[in-house]
């Protein structure tokens, strides 16, 4: 009974032994998910990522074989579609052209994003040399967990790699001063059968100096990876609908014309040959009603703002002559169109240079005008407010007095399904353009 029990102890121990043998160093299991990774093909990568307590979650495939490359946001606002060097972008439903759009910054996106899913852990090595062998090991059923416990130099080298991210992504982004890591927490769950990166879960607390401004960078990002050798990406159909160099330039043109006459109608006044610019569908009667419309709708909404702000504090003969001194201010002012280009399908951006109403300087002037007729004695306190509105209107007369100098203005027009053209935001050139 004695030897049966030594040799069920000594089989024991070297069962122990062989268990012990069988289980991998972390940094084994690093080196060969890394591997498998330099040679796997295609792979889905969701991003569920916040940064300064602010989340949003996407969806990237990636197809390294083919060189083709897909991104979507998760309420599908935003897609991105990459062949090559070629890259088609989709805003809110509508496609960008990239020469009118910063296709190179949304390129910038693309590449970080290729480049450091293909292979995460030649990314981290990116970062620092021998970032293997600063990991934990747990193994699990069916997975292999690193934990991250690299010292406070280690997590230095991680913080400067992720701001040299930040760098090679924005292309705008400053020159970083100094990088300090305050804390950085890294799990990787890799599938024990195939070595394959499940998960990447990092908390980062880092900060980052440039031109003397310090910036907490604060996020908890999680990389799920899935369906590798399997993805499959197809081309979004509306990318097929990019209009061609003719049309674009036709879209120019119109939209450019439309605003000139929308202007003319509104600033000035004058909607004599609205109809003849308006391109679309519809008659020209129709087309011209629309500019008359424009053009009473736009003196009758100052006049009915004037009168929300003063109506029960001066007369309606007043305010009616207030808003006829205004629009005759508003047409001493002038423009030109310096530019017009399509950024999407439905949107062009058309630039102006407008030299326009000062009117800060104006109210300033009438305000101070006024202080001193009354420190003066020479206006009664219940007249106060008509005798504002009478030195407004003498300076509207002197408009000159108070020209800009040229501001250029960019203004967005939308091209409707039956070719006509509209600006649903006429503040874009009235406000800081005729009327400063």
Request: with cysteine; aromatic share 8%; net charge negative.
């Amino acid at each position: 009974m004695k030897k049966l029990f030594l040799g069920g102890c000594l089989f024991i121990s070297l069962f122990t032994v062989v268990a012990c043998q069988s289980e991998p160093a972390a940094d084994e299991v690093f080196k060969n998910a890394s591997d498998v990774h330099t040679v796997t093909d295609s792979m889905d990568v969701s991003f569920d990522i916040e940064v300064d307590d602010i989340k949003s979650s996407w969806m990237m495939s990636l197809d390294y074989k083919n060189e083709t490359y897909y991104l979507v946001t998760d309420d599908e606002y935003a897609e991105l579609y990459q062949e090559g060097d070629n890259i088609g972008i989709i805003i809110n439903g509508s496609v960008m052209h990239p020469e009118a759009t910063s296709a190179d910054s949304y390129k910038a996106v693309m590449t970080n994003f290729i480049e450091h899913h293909e292979n995460p852990m030649r990314r981290l090595k990116e970062f620092d040399a021998e970032i293997e062998e600063k990991f934990e090991l747990e193994v699990t059923d069916d997975a292999y967990l690193l934990t991250y416990v690299g010292d406070d130099k280690a997590q230095q080298l991680y913080a400067e790699g992720l701001a040299e991210e930040i760098r090679e992504q924005d292309l705008s982004a400053p020159e970083f001063t100094d990088v300090s890591a305050n804390k950085i927490e890294l799990t990787i769950t890799i599938d024990q059968e195939t070595d394959r990166i499940q998960e990447i879960h990092e908390v980062l607390d880092y900060t980052v100096t440039s031109q003397d401004m310090t910036t907490d960078v604060i996020g908890e990002n999680t990389y799920t990876y899935s369906n590798h050798n399997t993805t499959e990406i197809k081309k979004p159909a509306l990318l097929d609908t990019l209009v061609g160099e003719e049309e674009q330039a036709l879209y120019e043109e119109e939209a450019a014309n439309y605003l000139e006459a929308l202007i003319e109608a509104t600033v000035y006044q004058n909607a004599e040959d609205f109809g003849e610019n308006a391109a679309g569908s519809g008659s020209l009667e129709e087309k011209q009603s629309e500019g008359d419309r424009q053009k009473e709708s736009f003196k009758e909404f100052y006049r009915l703002n004037t009168e929300a702000n003063m109506g029960e504090v001066v007369s309606s003969d007043a305010i009616d002559a207030l808003t006829d001194a205004f629009m005759e201010a508003l047409s001493q002012t002038s423009y030109e169109v310096i530019a017009s280009q399509l950024t999407s399908n439905q949107q062009i951006v058309v630039t102006l240079s407008i030299e326009g109403l000062q009117d800060w300087a104006v109210q300033s002037v009438a305000e101070q005008q006024l202080i001193e007729e009354v420190e003066a004695g020479d206006v009664d306190q219940e007249d106060i407010f008509e005798r504002n509105v009478e030195i407004l209107i003498d300076l509207y007369g002197d408009m000159h007095i108070y020209g800009a100098d040229p501001v250029e203005v960019d203004v967005t027009v939308s091209r409707l399904e039956d070719g006509t053209y509209m600006v649903f935001i006429q503040d874009e050139y009235l406000i800081g353009g005729f009327v400063q």
